[in-house]
């Protein structure tokens, strides 16, 4: 921004059209003004220049200057005013002039007399960088027009002295669970990451994230935190390491600190421009901005996903349903996977960058980016947006009045239309059944209605927690596993009104025995019927990779129901149901004899049939370890 006034003001200084003075005290008013404003000495500047004026009140290039001058601090009102005065006195101005008087007007809200400059401006010029942009603020003006008649409540509420300082605040980002905020703030031009954790529904004092994450003689920020808190993807620019000026960095945390971080490398980062991350709910994918060739404009939000053999994949341009001409900036891709904001100054706006939001359909296309509306958004740049896991709201940085010092951390009630989809999550710890010592474990969580997998990741290795992030409309498997260890199955179905019941849960998991009994949470069958339903592939190649990770250990397959209804139709249907798991596991390479399968019927509950949820639970799928 401050690039573009400079280069702005440098044109005009040689492009007006307006005479010098011929008094020559306002003429060394004007002149002194030149060296204030190489140095973005505005406030100087405009001094000087009131001088000129008020010594020669017909001085026009003076006014022009001083107008830009007024522009640069944001006076938008005097800048107009002070345009106007200028071509007053002689009509035949610069183009630049007619476009800077738009600029002001469309600054002021004066949508009308704003279009019909730009308007006017185009006609003299039609192929310049200035025109391109006078070209998207007539769509602009039509856009403002209407939406600043339509304002959303706002009402940004400080983070506290627990989180901001009289140094600058800015790039938030927070865990799924509302707990742990991580930042980016700056002190004596060194750029660090700070953490904050939630207490009471307070903030408490920020402490430094990490010295193997922090340095000194390098910047850190533009951070994204995957939700369950455990990676750190970050923007390190002019490192030894680096590919480019800027690439994207990544550090897991390991216990109560964090991991060394290490350059992301290709095809994530090139010998261009990256930064700005934004992690997937299931970490598999890498959001990000680059200014590599291939894209739609100067910055575009980009992707690369995890393949199969573990590496990041090939950088993927998001396309013009999302990146424009212009710049994007600042993705934060929502817990939920589908609601992606960010910010842009190429889509139809209020002026210069605003907040957008566009959700993922099914099929991975995005649908036409929303503005977040007025006053979210207004004439001044906005930019780096993160929405908590609930969506109830936004954390932003600016420097608004009655803040601490330079930017602030604020958050503010989303607007229900820009709301993300529901969520809910489970976190827990894993331990081990007999000792009750935390274990390293693996937790997988899948939507067993897309078959796509949300969640796939190892518990701490000193605390054993987990967190876990689950859109609310699906039905989930839910499963832990260890070396070792007999693994544990459970569904999660989430409903609307799970969005404010999060799971919080403490897993136990028993050594591999003889005896040992699990079971089988999402193995699914029609009611009366024994065909295993889709859902229940998932579960079956978990039990699998069991078996082939433990070829000593046989199994029985045990099938079970409620007490409704004849009980020797119930053992016929259980025997048939484990005979169901049983022809599975052999026709996926499991050697028969290390299998056997029993139908029970109703004669071993683990639950009251005298209720809905008892008899849901009595109607499973399980298996005992025979031998080891």
């Avoid at 002039?97 to 003299?124: M, N, P, R, W």
């Avoid at 910047?219 to 690439?247: H, M, V, W």
Wanted: a neutral charge.
């Amino acid at each position: 921004m401050k690039f573009r006034l400079a280069l702005f003001f440098s044109i005009l200084s040689i492009y007006c059209f307006g005479q010098n003075s011929l008094n020559k005290k306002a003429q060394i008013f004007f002149e002194k003004s030149g060296p204030f404003i190489d140095k973005m000495d505005y406030t100087a500047a405009e001094q000087v220049l009131k001088s000129a004026v008020e010594t020669d009140p017909l001085f026009q290039n003076a006014y022009i200057v001083l107008a830009g001058v007024y522009k640069a601090q944001k006076k938008y009102a005097e800048a107009k005013a002070t345009y106007e005065k200028a071509i007053l006195i002689n009509k035949t101005v610069a183009p630049a002039v007619i476009c800077g008087l738009a600029e002001t007007e469309f600054a002021t809200q004066d949508y009308l007399k704003s279009k019909q400059h730009f308007s006017e401006f185009l006609t003299l010029d039609s192929s310049s960088d200035r025109a391109r942009r006078a070209k998207k603020y007539l769509l602009d003006c039509d856009f403002a027009a209407v939406a600043i008649n339509k304002p959303v409540k706002y009402s940004p509420t400080n983070l506290g002295e627990g989180v901001n300082t009289t140094d600058a605040e800015y790039f938030p980002a927070i865990t799924a669970d509302g707990e742990t905020l991580v930042f980016t703030r700056q002190v004596n031009g060194n750029e660090d990451f700070w953490t904050s954790q939630l207490k009471n529904n307070k903030w408490d004092a920020a402490t430094p994230l990490s010295s193997k994450i922090n340095t000194i003689r390098y910047n850190e920020g533009a951070q994204t935190i995957s939700p369950d808190g455990k990676y750190l993807f970050f923007t390190g620019c002019n490192r030894p390491d680096g590919l480019g000026r800027c690439d994207i960095y990544v550090s897991h945390r390991e216990g109560k600190d964090w991991g060394e971080p290490y350059n992301v490398g290709k095809p994530v980062n090139s010998e261009y421009w990256e930064s700005q991350p934004a992690i997937s709910p299931d970490g598999r994918t890498l959001y990000f901005i680059s200014n590599r060739p291939g894209g739609s404009g100067g910055y575009d939000i980009w992707k690369s996903s995890i393949t199969d053999d573990a590496k990041w994949g090939p950088a993927i341009n998001l396309g013009p349903d999302i990146n424009t001409a212009f710049d994007e900036n600042t993705p934060f891709l929502h817990a939920d996977g589908k609601t992606l904001y960010f910010s842009s100054d190429g889509w139809p706006g209020f002026g210069n960058k605003d907040i957008y939001y566009s959700r993922q359909e099914n099929d991975g296309k995005w649908q036409k980016p929303i503005n977040m509306g007025y006053p979210i958004n207004s004439f001044e740049d906005e930019s780096g947006l993160v929405v908590s896991a609930d969506g109830n709201f936004g954390l932003f940085s600016s420097n608004l009045k009655g803040g601490f010092g330079l930017q602030d951390i604020y958050s503010f009630g989303m607007p229900e239309l820009a709301k993300p989809l529901k969520i809910s999550y489970v976190k827990g710890i894993v331990r081990d059944r007999d000792t009750k010592k935390t274990i390293e474990s693996n937790v997988q969580v899948v939507d067993l209605k897309s078959n796509k997998t949300v969640f796939d990741d190892y518990t701490d290795p000193e605390t054993g927690q987990f967190l876990a992030v689950m859109p609310v409309g699906s039905n989930y498997l839910f499963n832990v596993n260890a070396e070792g260890y007999m693994f544990y199955s459970e569904n999660f179905e989430l409903k609307a009104g799970d969005i404010n019941k999060p799971y919080q849960i403490e897993v136990y998991i028993e050594k591999i025995k003889q005896g040992g009994n699990v079971t089988l949470r999402n193995i699914f069958f029609d009611t009366n019927k024994f065909n295993l339903l889709p859902a229940s592939i998932r579960e079956l190649d978990l039990l699998i990779d069991f078996l082939h990770q433990n070829e000593n250990v046989q199994i029985e397959i045990q099938g079970h129901t409620d007490n409704v209804g004849d009980d020797k139709l119930n053992e016929k249907l259980s025997f048939n149901r484990a005979n169901a798991v049983y022809e599975y596991l052999i026709k996926n390479s499991i050697d028969a004899k290390r299998l056997t399968f029993k139908g029970f019927g109703a004669s071993k509950p683990i639950a009251d049939n005298k209720t809905e949820s008892g008899r849901k639970n009595n109607r499973r799928t399980s298996f005992v370890i025979t031998k080891i």
